[in-house]
C-alpha cells in the first residue's frame, strides 16, 4: 500500500497535467512545434455566432493507425509512407498512435520524460504526409490532362469533369495535439484548411503500469470539437502476458482507464468530461489480448491462415461478444495475419524460425486493434502494414465520421462552388473588362 500512495504522490502530477504539443498556432507555414496547456488555451477558434444556428451533417474521412515500435528508434531514412496507403487519396484527419517509443525499462518510466523520440516521429509524420500531398497533386494534374483528351471525345460526361476539377488536396496538414506519457504517444494531425474551426482541445493521461499508477502501461487520450462534433482518440498499452488469466489484467486496465480519464472543464462551457460522453470514440493501441489455445494449435491455424478459427478464441472478440469488456463497442472484420510476435528484421514469428534460441517466444497474436463506440462512425478500411522494423506489424483503419457542421458555413461553401457564384464572378469580371476597354477607349479619336 505505501509504496502506491508514495508513487501516487510523487507522479501524479507528471501524469495528470494537460500540457500538448501543437504546430504553432499563429503562423501556418511554421514547421515548428510549441509546447502549448490546454488550461489556457480555450480554443484554437474565438465562438462566434454561427454555432448557435442549426447544424448539418458533413462526412469527414478519418486515418487511425497504432504500432507499437518495441523501443526501436527510428532512423533518419526510415520511410512511413507505406503506412499511409489507402483507397482514397487523402484523408481530412491523422491519428498516430505508438506504443514502447522508448525501452521500457526503470529509467524511462521513473525519469524525467525525453521529447527527443516523439519529434523524430512527428517529423517522419511531416515528411510522409507532405510526400502524400505532393503524389496527389502530381495525380490530379495527369487526371486534368487527360480530361482534357477526354473532353474532345463524345462519350465524356459532365460529371466527369465536376469529378476531376474539384480538389480537396490541402495544402499542408497541421498536428493540432502531440501527447507523449513514457512509450506512449498519439499525435493528431488535421488539414490546414479545417484547422480554425477546432476547438478545446485536451489530453488525459492514465497510468495503469507497476503499482497500478506508473506509465510504462496505460493510455493517453485526446479530445478537440471540429465544427459541433466532438472527437476522442484513445491510445493504450494493456497488460501484457500470455498466461491463462492475463486477460482479466487487461480487463482491469481497461475499467481504469475509462474511470480515470478526466478531460479539463471550464465552468462557462458544456464540454464532454469522460471518454463516452464524446460524439465519436475511436480507441486504438496494444491492447495485449492473445488467442486462448494452446500454442501449438494456434501456431498450426496460422500456418493455414485459418483466421476465423483463431477469432473465435480471440480473448478481445470473446470479450465483446459476452460484455466482459468493452460493452457496446465496435470491430470491423480482421482479414489479416496476427500481428504479434515477430522475430526482428524478419517475416517469421517468434519461435518458428529453425535452430531459433534464447528470447521470449509468444505464440501469434492479434495483440494491435483499432475499435470505435457510438453512432455516426462507419469503418471502411481495417488492415496491417508490413513494417518489420519491430517485434509488431501496424495496423491502420479508415473512418467516415459524420460531423455537424453549421448550416451557415454549410451555406457558404455551396454557394462559393456553385454555378451562380460562377455567374456572378464572370459577370463582375466581363463589367470590368467592359468599363477598363470603355476607359481606354476614351483617349482616341475617329
Not at 23 to 42: E, R
Not at 52 to 69: A, G, I, K
Not at 77 to 103: K, S, W
Not at 250 to 266: C, L, M
Request: charged content about 25%; glycine content about 8%.
Amino acid at each position: 500500500m505505501w509504496p502506491r500512495l508514495v508513487a501516487n504522490k510523487i507522479l501524479g502530477k507528471r501524469l495528470s497535467n494537460n500540457n500538448f504539443v501543437a504546430d504553432f498556432p499563429g503562423d501556418a507555414k511554421t514547421c515548428g512545434l510549441l509546447d502549448i496547456s490546454s488550461l489556457g488555451q480555450p480554443s484554437l477558434r474565438g465562438n462566434t455566432i454561427l454555432n448557435q444556428r442549426e447544424d448539418n451533417l458533413h462526412d469527414y474521412n478519418v486515418f487511425v493507425s497504432t504500432w507499437n515500435v518495441g523501443g526501436v528508434a527510428p532512423q533518419e531514412n526510415l520511410d512511413i509512407a507505406g503506412l499511409l496507403d489507402t483507397p482514397n487519396n487523402i484523408c481530412e484527419i491523422y491519428v498516430f498512435g505508438f506504443q514502447e517509443i522508448v525501452p521500457l525499462r526503470a529509467s524511462n518510466v521513473l525519469g524525467s520524460e525525453n521529447s527527443k523520440i516523439s519529434m523524430k516521429w512527428n517529423s517522419l509524420i511531416r515528411e510522409a504526409l507532405n510526400k502524400k500531398i505532393q503524389y496527389c497533386l502530381e495525380k490530379q494534374e495527369y487526371n486534368r490532362k487527360q480530361l482534357g483528351i477526354r473532353a474532345q471525345k463524345p462519350s465524356f460526361i459532365e460529371d466527369e469533369k465536376t469529378l476531376f476539377q474539384s480538389s480537396t488536396i490541402p495544402e499542408d496538414f497541421r498536428c493540432i495535439i502531440c501527447k507523449q506519457m513514457v512509450g506512449i504517444l498519439i499525435s493528431v494531425w488535421i488539414r490546414s484548411d479545417l484547422r480554425p474551426y477546432v476547438r478545446h482541445p485536451s489530453v488525459s493521461c492514465v497510468g495503469c503500469g507497476i503499482m497500478g499508477c506508473l506509465g510504462n502501461k496505460g493510455s493517453v487520450s485526446v479530445r478537440f470539437q471540429l465544427h459541433e462534433t466532438s472527437f476522442c482518440f484513445v491510445c493504450s498499452h494493456l497488460a501484457s502476458g500470455g498466461r491463462e488469466g492475463d486477460e482479466k489484467l487487461r480487463n482491469s486496465d481497461v475499467a481504469e482507464i475509462f474511470s480515470r480519464t478526466s478531460f479539463h472543464r471550464r465552468p462557462s462551457l458544456d464540454l464532454p468530461r469522460n471518454i463516452l460522453d464524446h460524439d465519436r470514440v475511436i480507441l486504438l493501441g496494444d491492447l495485449n489480448y492473445r488467442v486462448s489455445l494452446p500454442e501449438a494449435t494456434t501456431r498450426l491455424l496460422v500456418d493455414r491462415k485459418e483466421w476465423d478459427a483463431l477469432l473465435d478464441n480471440d480473448q478481445l472478440r470473446m470479450g465483446l461478444r459476452n460484455g466482459q469488456v468493452f460493452e457496446g463497442w465496435h470491430e470491423g472484420l480482421i482479414k489479416f495475419a496476427p500481428t504479434y510476435k515477430y522475430c526482428l528484421k524478419s517475416n517469421v514469428y517468434s519461435g518458428c524460425a529453425e535452430g531459433q534460441k534464447g528470447g521470449k517466444w509468444r505464440a501469434p497474436a492479434w495483440c494491435d486493434r483499432i475499435i470505435w463506440y457510438g453512432e455516426g462512425l462507419e469503418q471502411h478500411l481495417y488492415t496491417r502494414g508490413e513494417s518489420n522494423l519491430s517485434d509488431h506489424r501496424p495496423v491502420k483503419a479508415m473512418f467516415t465520421a459524420e460531423v455537424q457542421v453549421s448550416s451557415t458555413i454549410k451555406g457558404l461553401q455551396k454557394f462559393f462552388l456553385s454555378e451562380r457564384f460562377d455567374q456572378i464572378t464572370t459577370k463582375s469580371e466581363k463589367t470590368l473588362s467592359d468599363r477598363y476597354l470603355c476607359k481606354s477607349r476614351s483617349g482616341f479619336k475617329f
